[in-house]
């Protein structure tokens, strides 16, 4: 049974990027700041892998997450959950398992042996799955997971994660160009409000987050890193 209690966008925001805060999946340097992929700069780094260790805050994120899909779309709308190779495999697992839902995982490419299968798991043809991540910037690396997932027959329209960066404009255009609609709990933003109440932080790091985020590109560059 899904016990659901209804919990706001605001609260579910501010209390999610007080966990990742509290168990410094967050990580914040203004003095050396952290080299992305892509080289560029930034103060701020999250890693949401963190949370499969924190057993209790996770049950708490992912009724959160109920809460939101049951506001936004409800939750029997879907069959399944599925995840994305790697980081999304775990917290589908959780959610899955939360709804009493059928679970699949997607791998970034079709494995070049035995049954040669991109997904894993048992997937319905004409299944409304619910495709499982644990952050997402620009949101096109969902787009191969997705496209999978309509290549087997099933029907992807949501994507639910735990962070979305929402520094990039046009990213929630794009994914409703590719027919996605995009569910979070937390944003950057959420984070600098949290960050500005927590005691950790001095006020010249707060404040160095919060140029980083109004300006990303332009602070990158200025301190010796890439533009994208």
């Known amino acids: 049974m899904i016990i659901h209690s209804h919990v706001s966008k605001k609260v579910i925001a501010r209390s999610t990027a007080k966990m990742l805060l509290d168990i410094e999946a967050v990580h914040v340097n203004a003095v050396q700041p952290f080299v992305l992929t ?20 996770r049950a708490a994120l992912m009724g959160y997450s109920v809460s939101l899909l049951a ?7 879907f069959d399944s959950v599925a995840g994305g190779e790697t980081a999304g495999i ?20 079709a494995k070049g042996f035995g049954r040669g299968s991109q997904i894993e798991g048992f997937l319905k043809p004409g299944a409304k799955v619910l495709l499982m991540e644990d952050l997402a910037t620009d949101g096109g690396s969902k787009f ?20 979305y960066y929402d520094l990039i404009a046009d990213t929630k255009k794009h994914l409703r160009e590719h027919g996605l609609e995009l569910h979070y709990l937390a944003t950057w933003w959420d984070v600098l409000a949290e960050l ?5 932080f001095d006020v010249k790091t707060v404040e160095t987050v919060e140029a980083f985020l109004q300006d990303p590109k332009g602070w990158s560059v200025k301190n010796g890193g890439r533009s994208n």
């Open 38 to 57: 892509s080289g560029a700069k930034s103060p701020v780094y999250i890693d949401c892998r963190k949370l499969i260790s924190f057993p209790r805050i």
């Open 71 to 77: 506001e936004s779309v409800g939750v029997e709308y």
């Open 90 to 109: 775990p917290f589908a697992a959780f959610l899955s398992e939360r709804l009493a839902l059928p679970m699949q995982y997607i791998r970034k490419k």
């Open 144 to 163: 191969m997971f997705v496209d999978a997932l309509r290549a087997a027959g099933a029907e992807c329209k949501h994507i639910l994660v735990i962070f």
């Open 196 to 200: 500005k109440s927590y005691n950790k």
